[in-house]
């Protein structure tokens, strides 16, 4: 959750709108006016737009989406403390804890297994957050806390088979080289603690779990994680651990200060309220172009277009809307399924032939049966914001 512990109430379609224009830039364009082909240099951003200086969190300009392999200089960044101080002479990863036989390895020793690449997306969980109802404490990210990438590295299994699990092994913590100390208002930690997160055993143990050193066919930068990272494929952003330098099993749950105070949930079983760690990606549409307030030629054909995701599923269908909802299209999908990669959709568009204001809206199916929700579930607090978001476009 990225910082904070208020819960975010959810809005309705038509309350998000009254509050759009304050919560979000206005991003201005003129319309080429050149049919399909509407890509307008107004809105090229050539790098990453910053949320926060020290540390550091930096966002993908989503409406210049044209790639399915993010380039690593616009992929997102997300950092909790400052970055470390890490070369790769000096580092090493231990394999410890619930393990018959502990393992300390070198980044030579690391890079000698035999790699295995897989290109995976990447989303904070906090990514949409600017568009909640209510001022949150996180980040204030809109749509660009995510990105897809090629990661080569090997299996974690791999180190957690050569290490000898003991049988009772529940979770697989994954720490990072990165430290540093949250105060109040917000939940304070004991002190100066390393970013860490836990996996249970069986996802540890999933051949989409890579511990990474190249990223895009180059080695790790240092915002990205290097000398090695985890890439947990299907999971929200905040269990890939960048800057790994410990890995301890456990036989019994993980309950540290990202796994308990930030990133989690309301979950009701039986009724009863629980705090729950945020795991999988939920299935999900964002619209690229237009972007929000853009403004769009009348009468002219515009190509809308966007990406999907849905962590470990395929995405199946994607639906488009000008209406609020009322009415949906099915939009053409791009190119073919990667898995736990996202999925390009477009669709064109015949813009209304009267000037004025509209809203556009995409939603997104998976091969799971799970639709993209229309209203914000508020148990939710700040995290996993995967609800449809309006995007309101002026016509000229």
């Known amino acids: 959750m990225d910082g904070g512990m208020r819960a975010a109430a959810g809005a309705s379609r038509r309350t998000f709108l009254g509050g759009l224009a304050a919560a979000v830039p206005m991003l201005a364009a003129a319309g080429t006016g050149r ?19 020290g540390p550091d969190n930096l966002e993908f300009p989503f409406s210049n989406l044209k790639s399915f392999i993010t380039p690593t200089e ?52 906090g990514n949409g957050r600017v568009f909640l109802k209510g001022l949150q404490p996180g980040l204030r990210w809109e749509l660009g806390g995510v990105s897809n990438a090629e990661w080569t590295g090997i299996p974690l299994a791999t180190l957690l088979q050569r290490a000898g699990v003991k049988p009772g092994a529940v979770d697989v913590v994954l720490e ?15 002190g100066v603690i390393s970013y860490s997160r836990s996996l249970p055993l069986a996802k540890a143990n999933s051949p989409e779990v890579l511990l990474a050193w190249q990223m895009n066919g180059e080695d790790l ?55 729950t760690p945020v795991t999988e990606l939920d299935v999900k549409s964002q619209i690229a172009r237009p972007a929000g307030f853009e403004v769009v030629p009348r009468n002219s054909e515009y190509r809308v277009h966007g990406a999907a995701w849905a962590g470990d599923a395929e ?42 204001s509209t809203v556009l809206m995409s939603r997104a199916t998976d091969s799971r049966g799970r639709t993209q929700a229309m209203e914000r579930d508020a148990d939710r607090r700040d995290a996993m914001i995967s609800h449809v978001l309006p995007v309101a476009v002026e016509i000229r």
């Open 35 to 53: 049919g399909a082909d509407n890509e307008s240099d107004a809105l090229d951003i050539p790098g990453l737009i910053t949320r926060q200086k």
């Open 74 to 125: 616009q992929f997102f960044v997300r950092s909790h403390f400052e970055v470390p101080t890490v070369t790769a002479d000096d580092w090493t990863l231990t394999v410890e804890g619930h393990v018959e036989r502990p393992l300390t390895l070198r980044y030579d020793e690391l890079r000698s297994q035999p790699a295995t690449k897989r290109t995976a997306l990447l989303e904070c969980a």
């Open 176 to 190: 990072g080289a990165d430290t540093g100390e949250v105060r109040p208002p917000n939940p304070a930690t004991p």
């Open 221 to 275: 930068t240092v915002p990205h994680g290097f000398p090695v990272r985890a890439v947990v494929a299907g999971w929200y952003g905040m269990a890939s651990v960048k800057w790994l330098k410990r890995i301890v099993v456990l036989d019994r749950p993980y309950d540290g200060y990202y796994q308990t105070f930030n990133y989690t949930i309301w979950q009701r079983p039986q009724g009863l309220p629980t705090l």
């Open 315 to 356: 995405i199946t269908n994607v639906e488009f809307s000008t209406d609020d909802g009322r009415t949906w299209t099915n939009a053409a999908l791009v190119g073919e399924h990667v898995p736990y990669a996202w999925r390009f959709w477009e669709h064109a568009w015949r813009t209304p032939e009267q000037p004025g």
